[in-house]
């Protein structure tokens, strides 16, 4: 195969990534979408495997992450490291499954090496690199599925990325990883359809508003005419710390006694003296007082988004556990599945996503949220400040959400539900593992290969 037919199948391979994703969504092509970038790897030298990588990483995350410019207004360069730095794993999973090739040659080997190395590479720039990024893999492309509460968004990645491998083996491998594909298409076309649980008696009220104004958001709860058993307010909704606001505290304790309900709202916790260091809060309480705060986990990269929390529990009212993560927590899987394990029985999210950052981005950021669903098996309400804001049942399915960049409020139902999944109690721990055998794996290959480049040499000596 030449150069000119491996470039245009990474060219091709990179688009079809990039179709699976909001805007266009075209999930099921998460499931052949890698397929033309492992066909170009057949019989390459690791060296040119790398640069072909690098090649399809530019165009995926050039296009998919290009709602940055919009983020980065004034420094719209920041796009360009940024993509190169994602591209880099890409390219290090090609260069890695060259390697392997040359090693061991087509079989099922090859295939569980490159399902391995790929979730390798995935998870650390995911949940562990310093710029964790878990946006655009293809678990997350595929959508939730039955696989979810088993083995999680990571899970998925693994049997697609082998079921891809596969294809490309032996006749009998080859007939494995088609049939492995219609199953995967199968799991998430039934987690797709799945009717949701009709037990959800929890009415809930999520503004979504930009305004950033106490006297809009009770505005807006207002002229919704109803009594929820929960409100929902945004991330920053009140972005100063209101509880050295008696005025403030004192209409937001009117509101929950009025209506009989909770409210949860995002907030700040000033640390010390002054307010150069604070907590991003989601705030709990309603007619007894506060019943509890959530810090923000995982504080957003390049901005001011305060000191990061360290733990995650759920908040008790007198009629239910709620886990409150904020925003960006639920891009992650600790978050949530450790509110969850202590005992959370839904989500209710504070989450903001600037209008000003354009469809793609919030689209996108929307679907993370669905996957925290099925993995944990939570009903969960989102209020966004330009949305999506949505609620969302325990298969990870949409069920009801406000358009976004309008201003709103969303009311609808969740149920509380106590019985942990799979993925909660231990398969979390499924790409932790993967990662070490991959990153060992890949340790010894290398130091396979230095040992036969000395035995080469010194046989040729």
Not at 28 to 34: E, K, R, S, Y
Not at 119 to 124: A, H, I, Q, R
Not at 266 to 283: D, P, V
């Amino acid at each position: 195969m030449n150069w000119g037919i491996r470039l245009l199948l990474v060219v091709f391979s990179a688009g079809l990534g990039i179709t699976v994703f909001p805007p266009i969504g075209w999930e099921a092509c998460a499931l052949i979408a890698w397929l033309p970038l492992l066909f170009a790897m057949r019989a390459v030298a690791p060296a040119h495997a790398f640069y072909l990588g690098l090649v399809h990483g530019v165009v995926f995350y050039g296009v998919t992450m290009s709602w940055l410019v919009n983020v980065f207004v004034g420094a719209e360069q920041m796009m360009v490291p940024l993509v190169l730095i994602m591209s880099l794993f890409t390219a290090f999973f090609t260069r890695g499954y060259a390697v392997a090739q040359q090693r061991y040659g087509a079989g099922w080997v090859l295939a569980i090496f490159s399902a391995c190395w790929w979730l390798t590479m995935e998870f650390y720039r995911s949940e562990i690199f310093y710029l964790k990024f878990p946006w655009m893999t293809p678990g997350l492309g595929l959508g939730p599925t039955c696989i979810s509460p088993v083995l999680g968004v990571s899970g998925a990645s693994f049997l697609i990325i082998l079921a891809g491998a596969l294809i490309f083996q032996k006749r009998r491998q080859c007939v494995t990883g088609g049939v492995m594909m219609v199953a995967l298409l199968v799991l998430m076309l039934v987690q797709k359809n799945r009717p949701s649980p009709e037990n959800a008696p929890v009415h809930v009220l999520a503004v979504q508003s930009e305004e950033f104004s106490l006297e809009r958001y009770l505005e807006l709860t207002d002229e919704a005419l109803v009594k929820p058993d929960l409100v929902l307010w945004p991330e920053y909704a009140l972005s100063y710390d209101v509880r050295q606001q008696p005025q403030d505290m004192k209409q937001l304790f009117a509101l929950v006694r009025e209506r009989n309900t909770t409210l949860i709202v995002g907030t700040q916790t000033q640390i010390g003296e002054g307010m150069s260091e604070w907590y991003n809060t989601a705030l709990t309480l309603n007619e007894n007082g506060i019943l509890g705060e959530h810090y923000k986990n995982h504080t957003v990269h390049f901005f001011d988004d305060g000191v990061a929390g360290t733990e995650a529990k759920a908040v008790e009212t007198s009629r239910w556990k709620i886990g409150t993560p904020i925003c960006f927590d639920c891009d992650y899987q600790d978050v949530i599945r450790r509110m969850v394990a202590d005992g959370a029985e839904f989500l209710a999210i504070p989450s903001m996503d600037g209008a000003h950052w354009g469809d793609k981005e919030h689209y996108q950021h929307a679907e993370l949220f669905r996957h925290r669903a099925a993995e944990n098996g939570r009903w969960v309400a989102v209020a966004a400040t330009s949305g999506v804001t949505q609620i969302i049942d325990p298969y990870g399915n949409r069920v009801k959400s406000l358009p976004i960049i309008e201003e709103g409020v969303l009311t609808g139902y969740v149920g509380a539900r106590q019985e942990l999944t799979i993925y909660t109690r231990v398969g979390w721990l499924f790409p932790w593992c993967v990662t070490v055998a991959g990153a060992l794996w890949m340790i010894v290959l290398f130091i396979q290969g230095l040992i036969g480049k000395r035995l080469s040499k010194a046989l040729e000596s």
